[in-house]
């Protein structure tokens, strides 16, 4: 028999195996799949998180190496050769800066009138060139160390930072600034610090939004306006760190950013492929999906067992009785089987036995009556037929000729 789409005609071992299997494996696909949206929840949470944590690693990074810097720029301005050549108006003929020249990550060593005249550099193509109108030489030349911004060259495509000093022995006034000019590589290569994924991209960012460093050349001097990453922009404007967990990066496609924003005003950016960013999440997702389709197989087996040996002593009574319908002898073998259980279907199969039992005794009983009645039946019909016939015109008028015949016969002897 076909398969029927309408359960009022399924078999009670699959109506009780649909029943097992639904109440199993609905119930479970919905926690799973609740589990599987809350894990994925906390893992793409946790990865928002790495992410940011590897923005603050570069800002850090970036910080670290710069506040290096502002080190050597300080001991650079309280070396007494320093101090004598700047309060001598530099007339001695060899400026004391060599060893800081010499340094692998220098491109200039400034030393600086209280005017802003360039009295010594290196390359001394530096020499007499005037700083007065910069912010950092105005902060260092008030008794502060300054950091100045990272900026980029559109002509060289290079990026530099300079870093400025007061020139004064300790607790006298200043007598000039001593400025250090370091190269944008060596600033990258601490943004560089922060842990990339396959694809990531670091890069810094400045006050005004311009992308001063990025391995991607493509990337330097643009704006985030102009990438059109306004909204990257406003969020750094609003918190000195922070994640978006979805921006669109031309000729990267969509990304996954964090920032974090140094003291000295600039923004680290790591950008990250959403897909390798999507990867631990899909791989959980994978994994609770593997997970729920073996526990449903094997619920699926257990119902189906489940469902079998409920169904078989039910099948096994209905084939007692359908042979008890068919005036047939039931299997008392298998029924006795069955009756050997003390639940339910043990009870119920000794009283089907019983009444089976009762049923064939009174069948038998009934047969013998049916038997002995169809004999009275049959006596009770033989006798009416003789009556009938002795009792007919046809018969008297028989019963004369004999008569008659006899009487002449008597005559005759």
């Known amino acids: 028999m076909g398969f029927s789409a309408d359960p009022r005609s399924w078999g009670l071992g699959t109506k009780i195996g649909a029943t097992l299997v639904a109440a199993a494996i609905v ?4 926690i799973s799949l609740a589990a599987s949206r809350s894990g994925q929840g906390a893992v793409e ?3 928002l998180s790495a992410a940011e944590g590897r923005a603050v690693v570069g800002a850090s990074s970036v910080q670290q190496y710069l506040l290096g810097v502002v080190g050597r720029a300080d001991q650079l301005g309280t070396t007494t050769e320093v101090v004598n050549y700047l309060r001598s108006g530099g007339r001695t003929d060899t400026p004391p800066i060599g060893a800081t020249a010499a340094q692998f990550d220098v491109e200039a060593v400034l030393l600086l009138n209280l005017d802003g005249r ?5 390359p001394t193509s530096i020499r007499g060139k005037q700083f007065g109108d910069t912010d950092w030489f105005a902060t260092s030349a008030g008794g502060q160390t300054k950091v100045g911004p990272v900026l980029y060259d ?7 930072v300079t870093v400025s000093a007061p020139v004064r022995e300790p607790g006298a006034a200043v007598v000039g600034v001593a400025a250090l000019q370091v190269s944008g590589h060596d600033v990258l290569f601490a943004l560089n610090q922060a842990p990339l994924g396959p694809g990531g991209q ?10 001063v460093l ?11 306006a102009a990438l059109g990453l306004d909204a990257l922009s406003t969020r750094i404007a609003e918190s000195l760190s922070g994640t978006l967990p979805r921006v669109n990066l031309p000729g990267r496609g969509t990304q996954v950013v964090a920032w974090s924003t140094t003291t000295g005003g600039n923004t680290a950016i790591v950008f990250q492929p959403r897909d390798v960013f999507l990867g631990p999440i899909n791989r959980l997702a994978k994994t609770a999906l593997i997970a729920l389709a073996v526990v449903a197989l094997v619920a699926l087996a257990l ?4 469902a079998r040996r409920l169904s078989r002593p039910v099948s096994a009574l209905t084939a007692a009785a359908t042979a008890i319908e068919a005036n047939t002898e039931p299997d008392t073998e298998q029924l006795a089987s069955l009756g050997r259980t003390k639940d339910d279907i043990g009870r119920l199969a000794r009283v089907f036995s019983s009444m089976a039992a009762q049923v064939a005794v009174r069948e038998r009983a009934l047969r013998d009556q049916v038997a002995a009645l169809r004999v009275e ?19 008297r008028e028989l019963e004369v000729r004999a008569a008659q015949i006899r009487r002449a016969m008597k005559e005759d002897l």
């Open 27 to 30: 119930p479970m696909a919905l």
């Open 45 to 47: 949470k946790s990865e």
């Open 118 to 122: 360039t009295l010594a550099a290196s």
């Open 154 to 160: 559109p002509a060289s495509r290079r990026s530099s």
């Open 202 to 211: 670091a890069v810094l960012v400045n006050a005004s939004g311009e992308i």
């Open 214 to 224: 990025a391995r991607d050349n493509r990337l330097l001097g643009q704006t985030l």
């Open 303 to 306: 119902a189906l067992l489940v």
């Open 377 to 395: 039946i049959n006596e009770d019909r033989r006798k009416q037929t003789v009556s009938d016939l002795t009792d007919s015109e046809f018969f």
